[in-house]
């Protein structure tokens, strides 16, 4: 496969990861890390980790430590970051707010953007008219040529405001792609992109292309669902005058069908692979070789060896498949080459530690009569030996389709959850029974505590989900989804 890819000789490779703290660490995050932290290695660079936390309602410091944990966890280490410091920090977006203020007035006093006033009534009757018309965009511009004289006086009134950018309105934009090469995008195609929210807070587009230019990123590499985000990107390199970086989009991972891998067809949280036992080193194997190949085609590989042998040429740009089965079989590769004193390391560093153990006790005491009965009691804590039926799933006197249309809503509001204890996941449960006509707290406790453990009596179904995690809570009703429907 033809590359294009250059590397500077007047100054280091530099790359770059910037995940939002608004859920469970994604195994998409440490993919492209993966190959940002080899490509930099590679040539020597720097691998930035940014914390994309603009997003003030959703962001959560539980979910950034979650992200450094897990990353840390599977081996993707980074050079500079938010924890780590380095010499162009702040690392947070949240801490960079006057910057992008900063250059968003730049722009406004250089005729590159104006200030939209545009209420949410006027923008759906856009979207609505854009419909009729049949076209992509739907923001009509109204607002990009008032006198300066009535801007000035709606800001004085304190009218409500964004930024947008002024996008060229004819032509097309044109960037290269390190894999692809020239990409041509229809300007007609893109609105004039907010570049500054209501509330002062940069949009993704705004904050991402200043923080790559301030940081000196050299390289961006992603997944390829920003492409078409790209000529918004470019169009703001020009208007600030700056030279681009290098553009890498990377291969979505895919599920079996084809679809972009989602929490619907495949667990994808980090913190799910590595509770149910899956090696580090063996997860960055099976993400680096789904769509990178070793020179001899070897299946197995270090990603110290990736490194020494990485090319972009042995990149394919076909949809891999996340296969789970080829993952628990690179695995068993991994497990099976450990010296028995390493694998006792291991399995006390995965749950079989004091710490586990130690949350266990108190759920378990009141349920033994010899020390033999924990295993056979605590087996679902530790791997999954449910053996679930639609029979068994399906409450007395309930259908089977209205089962599963109760349990898909309770999934939808346990995966929402920001909060992972007792009284936030009773609080769930209940409020849920409360919202679901002609369902009592039984019904739904005992679907939800057969669908997470696989038994009807356990220790507390609250207190039982929070050691379980909710990414094994999350992908345990999922599945007990599958078999209901």
């Known amino acids: ?45 720097a691998f930035v980790l940014r914390i994309e936390d603009t997003d003030q309602v959703r962001s959560t410091a539980a979910s950034e430590r979650a992200i450094f944990d897990s990353l840390r966890w599977c081996g993707v280490r980074w050079d500079e970051g938010p924890d780590v410091g380095g010499p162009y920090g702040p690392y947070r977006q949240s801490e960079r707010s006057d910057i992008y203020r900063e250059h968003a007035a730049r722009l406004i006093r250089e005729g590159e953007a104006y200030y939209c006033f545009a209420t949410a009534e006027e923008l759906a009757e856009m979207r609505a008219t ?42 097309v934009t044109r960037f290269d792609d390190g894999l692809r090469g020239g990409i041509e995008i229809d300007n007609a195609q893109i609105d004039d ?47 600030f005058g700056w030279q681009p970086p290098t553009f890498i989009h990377m291969p979505l991972l895919r599920n079996p069908d084809k679809s972009k891998i989602s929490k619907r067809k495949n ?3 980090l913190e799910y692979y590595q509770r ?23 299946e197995k590989f270090s990603v110290g060896q990736m490194i020494e042998h990485f090319d972009w040429e042995r990149l394919s740009l076909g949809g891999p498949i996340f296969d789970i089965a080829k993952l628990k079989w690179l695995n068993g590769l991994y497990l099976r080459e450990l010296e028995d004193s390493e694998l006792v390391e291991r399995l006390r560093g995965w749950l079989l530690n004091d710490e586990y153990l130690s949350m266990l ?21 530790f791997g999954d030996d449910r053996e679930l039926t639609a029979e068994a799933l399906v409450p007395k ?10 349990l898909k809503a309770l999934t939808e509001k346990v995966e929402g959850m920001r909060s992972w204890d007792a009284e936030s996941i009773e609080a769930t449960l209940r409020g849920h029974v409360e ?47 599958v078999v209901l429907k």
């Open 1 to 45: 496969m033809p590359v294009n890819i250059p590397i500077p000789t007047d100054r280091p490779v530099r790359v770059r990861i910037a995940p939002s703290p608004t859920g469970d660490p994604h195994v998409g995050t440490a993919y492209i890390g993966l190959f940002n932290r080899v490509f930099a290695s590679k040539h020597g660079g």
């Open 130 to 171: 854009a419909r009729e018309q049949k076209r992509q965009t739907s923001y009509d511009r109204r607002y990009r040529d008032l006198p300066a004289d009535e801007v000035q006086r709606r800001l004085e009134a304190g009218q409500p405001h964004v930024v947008r950018l002024k996008m060229p309105i004819e032509g």
């Open 193 to 239: 992109q907010v570049l500054l929210k209501s509330d002062g807070m940069p949009t993704y587009h705004l904050a991402n292309v200043v923080d790559d230019h301030l940081m000196e990123i050299t390289h961006v590499i992603r997944a390829e669902e920003w492409i078409s985000s790209t000529p918004k990107h470019v169009q703001l390199y020009k208007a």
């Open 267 to 269: 667990p994808v949280s």
């Open 276 to 298: 149910v036992g899956i090696l580090p080193e063996a997860l960055l194997n099976f993400l680096g070789r789904m769509v990178w190949s070793m020179p001899d085609e070897s």
């Open 361 to 381: 006790a108190p759920l378990l005491k009141e349920r033994l009569e010899t020390l033999s009965d924990f295993v056979p009691k605590t087996a679902f804590f």
């Open 397 to 406: 006197k309930k259908e089977r389709k209205e089962s599963y249309k109760v």
């Open 435 to 481: 919202a679901t006509a002609g369902w009592k707290v039984r019904d739904v406790f005992m679907m939800t505590r057969l669908a997470v453990t696989g038994r009807k009596a356990t220790p507390g179904l609250f207190e039982t989900m929070v050691v379980l995690g909710k990414a094994v809570c999350q992908a345990r009703l999922r599945q007990a989804m």
